[in-house]
């Protein structure tokens, strides 16, 4: 017996689209199958409409990638309430390269990428805080937060290709074993002297 075909009304309503939407399966299919599955035309085939529908809420696949960065900023555990202020911007910056080595193709991304998100204000706030909390200059803070992410974000690109799972542990282990650098908190030298060009990775607050 020939089954009836069930009419368009018969069938559940499709999810109306949002950015919030797209993003979180855009972060569902980084977790299956990578940065690079992670298109317009493979999100399209997830959400079932068509990708000209998704550039309505994503410019394009380099906001889409920056949107998933910001999104799993958000996993990075906040500073800890109290202690030394740079153990515990160390832990933040920790976490950050933590989860970005979870994610290798992630971490490459992330050396362009250029995030505007919640999350990834959140972190620049909470930086800008710990090297308030430490006397930094303010002049010289923003400069310094650039400098950190850049750090950390190199770091885990350069590590990006270690596939084991234990990359992390590792790379955490090596760093609590390594004498800290001392950030300094007294007002440096005149800008001239001491020229600081902006290199790639996540930008500061400078950059917004």
């Known amino acids: 017996m020939t089954e009836t075909p069930r009419s368009?009304?018969?069938?559940?309503?499709?999810?109306?689209?949002?950015?919030?939407?797209?993003?979180?399966?855009?972060?569902?299919?980084?977790?299956?199958?990578?940065?690079?599955k992670v298109?317009?035309?493979?999100?399209?085939?997830?959400?079932?409409?068509?990708?000209?529908?998704?550039?309505?809420?994503?410019?394009?696949?380099?906001?889409l990638h920056a949107a998933v960065l910001d999104e799993l900023l958000g996993t990075v555990a906040p500073a800890p309430a109290g202690g030394d202020w740079r153990e515990r911007l160390e832990q933040v910056l920790?976490?950050?390269t933590r989860m970005l080595l979870d994610h290798p193709d992630l971490a490459r991304s992330a050396l362009t990428a250029r995030p505007t998100g919640p999350h990834y204000l959140d972190l620049i706030?909470?930086?800008?805080?710990?090297?308030?909390?430490?006397?930094?200059?303010?002049?010289?803070?923003?400069?310094?937060?650039?400098?950190?992410?850049?750090?950390?974000?190199?770091?885990?690109?350069?590590?990006?290709?270690?596939?084991?799972?234990?990359?992390g542990r590792r790379w955490t282990a090596r760093c609590a074993g390594r004498p800290r650098t001392r950030i300094r908190t007294s007002p440096p030298p005149p800008a001239s002297c001491c020229p600081a060009p902006r290199g790639p990775g996540c930008p500061g607050p400078s950059g917004r």
């Open 39 to 63: 298109t317009m035309r493979r999100l399209a085939q997830e959400l079932d409409t068509g990708p000209a529908s998704l550039y309505v809420y994503v410019r394009n696949t380099d906001e």
């Open 125 to 167: 706030e909470t930086l800008l805080a710990l090297l308030a909390e430490g006397g930094v200059p303010r002049d010289r803070a923003a400069w310094g937060v650039d400098l950190l992410l850049q750090h950390a974000t190199a770091t885990a690109a350069e590590h990006a290709g270690e596939k084991s799972p234990a990359t």
């Open 94 to 96: 920790t976490g950050c």
């Open 8 to 36: 368009r009304r018969e069938r559940p309503a499709k999810p109306a689209l949002s950015r919030e939407g797209i993003v979180a399966a855009a972060v569902a299919v980084l977790r299956a199958e990578g940065l690079r």
